[in-house]
Every structure is written in C-alpha cells, then in structure tokens.
C-alpha cells in the first residue's frame, strides 16, 4: 500500500478564488491521478500527473480550471481555479504503486466547500 | 450503457449474513478489477482485487468474477455492523491507459 498525505482537508472558499491541494506520498510513484467526488458521487477521474510531463486531462475537465503540477515523484498539487459553488467537492489524489496492476491507493481527501 | 453498473442500494442484511454486491461492466478488453469501501466521509480503502475468472477469497470477503458475463461480485460473510459502508466497484480501462473506472457504488447496511 501507500501511505498519502493530503493538505488542507477542508477548506471553505469564496466564489471567484482559487484553492491549491497537495498531495504528498510516503514512497516514489510513477503515476498520481486526481479525482473529484461530488455528494453522493462516485469518483470522476480528473486528470493523471505523470513526473516530468504534463498532466492528463479527462474530458469535461481543463487545465486552466484545474491546473496540476508534479515536480518529483512524491509529491503534486491541484489547483481549483476561479472557484463556484459547483466546486464544491471532494478531491482525492491517488497512487498506483503496483507497476502495471492498476491498483490505486487513496489520500485521505481534501472537503471543498465555495460559498 | 455506463461503463460500471452497481446496483445503489441500500442493500440491507442482518448481522451474520452473507452480503452480495454485485458490479457489472462494458469495457470487454478490462483485465484488473476491484473492490473498494468507503466509510461515510472518508475516502475510499481497496479491499479486493481480482485477475482472473473465478473466485479469490480473503478473510470474510471472496470476490468474484466471469469475464465471458462481464460480471464481478463480492460476498462478505459473516456481515458485521462495521461492514456498514458504501462499496464501490472499480475496472481498469484497456488500451494501456492505466487508468480505472468507478461504478456509483452500492450502500450496505448491516443491521444489528
């Protein structure tokens, strides 16, 4: 498994702001994957952080909404950008350490609420 | 069609039961399937994972799965109160994208 940090783990923001969350993992990993769960959602995967490339993005999501950084192979960051209650959400940052299973370990999550 | 079924429950079972969940998936070219519970309010645990047709037990948990139905199940034995949480069904994508696809999640509730 993976033992993943994640800062804040809740924020209440004001519409029109932005909010960055980090997400930082205890070992090296090849790939991060940020998701967005929205109340009584399931998972929607946002985009793949990949160290050393830009990140991923899955359809309907962009990367001036939600840019992504990924400097080394421990830690990356989610911006939310120009923030709307629609964002409110829970962001998830999750690891594959298992090198080609597609097993996914979750962070703990970061409570987003925009007023 | 959405690419991961579960059925959104609640599924409720007496306390000693056996749970079903049952999850069922498009993509045929899937080859890594999973199971994972989510307490209310925190992220989700991976309790299963499963390869290959058949059945692949683990304490009170056995996952299983038919790749010919596109059908994968997870049975808890044995239900505890603590077992109470929402089950979420996950498919990797094929084609090499490493990536994974989540159902909507099945609600159990184990009653005491």
């Known amino acids: 498994s993976a033992v993943i940090s994640q800062k804040p783990s809740r924020d209440i923001c004001q519409r029109g702001t932005s909010l960055t969350i980090q997400c930082q993992v205890d070992?090296?990993?090849?790939?991060m994957f940020w998701y967005r769960q929205q109340p009584g959602q399931s998972l929607t995967l946002i985009a793949t952080?990949?160290?050393?490339?830009?990140?991923?993005?899955e359809s309907g999501f962009v990367i001036d909404k939600f840019p992504i950084s990924r400097p080394n192979l421990t830690f990356s960051t989610l911006t939310v950008s120009n923030m709307s209650p629609e964002d409110s959400s829970i962001y998830l940052c999750?690891?594959?350490?298992?090198?080609?299973?597609?097993?996914?370990?979750f962070g703990p999550g970061t409570r987003l609420t925009v007023l | 069609q959405k690419e991961v079924e579960q059925n959104s429950g609640p599924l409720s079972v007496p306390e000693g039961a056996i749970a079903s969940l049952n999850c069922t998936y498009s993509?045929?070219?899937?080859?890594?399937f999973f199971w994972y519970r989510q307490y209310s309010g925190k992220s989700p645990e991976l309790i299963m994972s499963?390869?290959?047709?058949g059945d692949k037990e683990d304490g009170r948990f056995t996952a299983q799965l038919n790749k010919a139905s596109q059908y994968v199940s997870l049975l808890i034995r044995d239900s505890q109160p603590s077992d109470s949480a929402t089950y979420l069904c996950?498919?990797?994508?094929?084609?090499?994208?490493?990536?994974?696809?989540f159902g909507t999640g099945t609600k159990l509730q184990v009653i005491p």
């Open positions: 999750s690891v594959d350490k298992t090198g080609g299973t597609d097993t996914q370990y």
């Open positions: 070992s090296q990993v090849t790939m």
């Open positions: 952080a990949n160290q050393g490339s830009e990140a991923t993005y």
């Open positions: 993509d045929r070219g899937s080859q890594s």
């Open positions: 499963i390869y290959s047709n």
């Open positions: 996950a498919v990797n994508r094929s084609g090499g994208y490493q990536k994974v696809t």
